[in-house]
Protein backbone atom coordinates (compact mmCIF):
# COMPACT_ATOMS: atom_id res chain seq x y z
CA UNK A 1 0.00 0.00 0.00
CA UNK A 2 1.41 3.78 -0.97
CA UNK A 3 1.55 5.36 2.36
CA UNK A 4 2.54 9.02 2.87
CA UNK A 5 5.65 9.10 4.88
CA UNK A 6 5.69 10.60 8.52
CA UNK A 7 6.51 14.58 7.72
CA UNK A 8 6.18 14.08 4.46
CA UNK A 9 3.43 16.72 2.64
CA UNK A 10 1.82 16.69 -0.56
CA UNK A 11 0.13 19.57 -2.53
CA UNK A 12 -3.63 19.55 -2.51
CA UNK A 13 -3.91 18.86 -5.91
CA UNK A 14 -2.04 15.66 -5.62
CA UNK A 15 -4.12 12.61 -5.87
CA UNK A 16 -1.72 9.86 -7.07
CA UNK A 17 2.13 10.26 -5.90
CA UNK A 18 3.84 6.95 -6.70
CA UNK A 19 7.48 6.66 -6.75
CA UNK A 20 10.16 4.26 -8.10
CA UNK A 21 7.76 1.14 -8.09
CA UNK A 22 8.88 -2.53 -8.78
CA UNK A 23 7.24 -5.74 -8.46
CA UNK A 24 8.60 -8.99 -9.49
CA UNK A 25 6.82 -12.30 -10.19
CA UNK A 26 8.77 -15.55 -9.35
CA UNK A 27 7.60 -18.26 -12.06
CA UNK A 28 9.16 -21.75 -12.83
CA UNK A 29 11.18 -20.28 -15.74
CA UNK A 30 12.79 -17.52 -13.30
CA UNK A 31 11.80 -14.25 -12.26
CA UNK A 32 9.90 -11.50 -14.26
CA UNK A 33 10.40 -8.27 -14.08
CA UNK A 34 6.71 -6.69 -14.33
CA UNK A 35 7.64 -3.11 -13.19
CA UNK A 36 11.01 -1.50 -12.55
CA UNK A 37 11.68 1.55 -11.15
CA UNK A 38 8.16 3.23 -11.83
CA UNK A 39 7.05 6.41 -10.63
CA UNK A 40 3.75 8.75 -11.37
CA UNK A 41 2.60 12.08 -10.25
CA UNK A 42 -0.92 13.08 -10.94
CA UNK A 43 -2.74 16.20 -10.42
CA UNK A 44 -6.57 16.85 -9.39
CA UNK A 45 -7.95 17.14 -12.71
CA UNK A 46 -5.02 15.43 -14.96
CA UNK A 47 -6.17 12.99 -17.62
CA UNK A 48 -4.11 10.08 -17.70
CA UNK A 49 -4.05 7.17 -19.94
CA UNK A 50 -1.72 4.16 -20.21
CA UNK A 51 -0.50 3.31 -23.49
CA UNK A 52 1.58 -0.12 -24.64
CA UNK A 53 1.90 -3.14 -26.14
CA UNK A 54 0.22 -6.41 -24.23
CA UNK A 55 2.49 -7.62 -21.11
CA UNK A 56 4.37 -4.39 -20.91
CA UNK A 57 2.91 -3.87 -17.18
CA UNK A 58 -0.32 -1.29 -17.66
CA UNK A 59 -2.48 -3.33 -15.96
CA UNK A 60 0.00 -4.16 -13.25
CA UNK A 61 0.81 -0.91 -12.42
CA UNK A 62 -3.17 -0.30 -12.03
CA UNK A 63 -3.48 -2.91 -10.06
CA UNK A 64 -0.36 -2.08 -7.47
CA UNK A 65 -2.03 1.38 -7.53
CA UNK A 66 -5.23 -0.05 -6.24
CA UNK A 67 -3.83 -1.62 -3.17
CA UNK A 68 -4.07 -5.30 -5.17
CA UNK A 69 -0.76 -6.32 -5.73
CA UNK A 70 2.29 -5.17 -3.27
CA UNK A 71 5.20 -3.90 -5.22
CA UNK A 72 8.68 -6.01 -4.40
CA UNK A 73 10.56 -3.02 -3.94
CA UNK A 74 9.04 0.23 -3.10
CA UNK A 75 11.44 3.06 -1.42
CA UNK A 76 11.66 3.40 2.01
CA UNK A 77 11.38 6.99 4.34
CA UNK A 78 15.28 6.64 4.70
CA UNK A 79 15.58 6.57 0.76
CA UNK A 80 16.65 10.35 0.20
CA UNK A 81 14.47 10.56 -3.08
CA UNK A 82 11.69 9.08 -1.42
CA UNK A 83 7.91 11.10 -1.19
CA UNK A 84 6.68 7.59 0.43
Request: glycine share 8%; with cysteine.
Given at each position: ????????????????????????????????????D???????????S?????????????????????????P?????????
Amino acid sequence: MLQLREGAKLDNSTVIDAKNLSLTFETNDGPVHALQDISLQVEKGDFVSFIGPSGCGKTTFLRVLADLEQPTYQPQPADPDNSF
